[in-house]
């Protein structure tokens, strides 16, 4: 399909974990950069983490550094988000998102073309 595809998110208790899983088309997985981005309720999207399309550099938004995990599978055409330690302030709708042209400016949305619905993280205290 041409749209991507989030699941893993659910509702947890702080302190837990979760891993979130993006189907993308096969086709050109492998010649495209990935990213995951969040939006709040009330709030606007923010950059997540970002992997290019080698999968040999990461980036990551610092509030989550060290906590979450971003990795790719070219050969399933997955892109997942480990999240660790979650916190409330994770709370959010996790979006994935694929940039066709391997821009360098990985943490701007704008230079995404492709994008899931979205799956809801929300974590208790």
């Known amino acids: 399909q041409v749209q991507l595809e989030e699941s893993g998110g659910g509702l947890v208790q702080a302190g837990s974990s979760l891993r979130l899983s993006c189907a993308a088309p096969?086709?050109?997985?492998?010649?495209?950069?990935m990213a995951w981005f969040r939006q709040a309720l009330g709030k606007r999207r923010e950059y997540v983490a970002a992997?290019?399309?080698?999968?040999?550099?990461?980036y990551y938004l610092s509030a989550v550094k060290g906590r979450f995990t971003i990795s790719r599978n070219n050969a399933d055409t997955t892109v997942y988000l480990q999240m660790d330690n979650l916190k409330p302030e994770d709370t959010a709708t996790y979006y994935c998102?694929?940039?066709?042209?391997?821009?360098?400016?990985?943490?701007?949305?704008?230079?995404?073309?492709?994008w899931g619905q979205g799956t809801q993280v929300t974590v208790s205290s």
């Open positions: 998102a694929a940039d066709k042209d391997r821009s360098p400016y990985v943490d701007d949305a704008r230079e995404y073309e492709y």
């Open positions: 096969g086709r050109t997985f492998s010649e495209y950069g």
């Open positions: 992997i290019p399309q080698n999968g040999g550099r990461t």
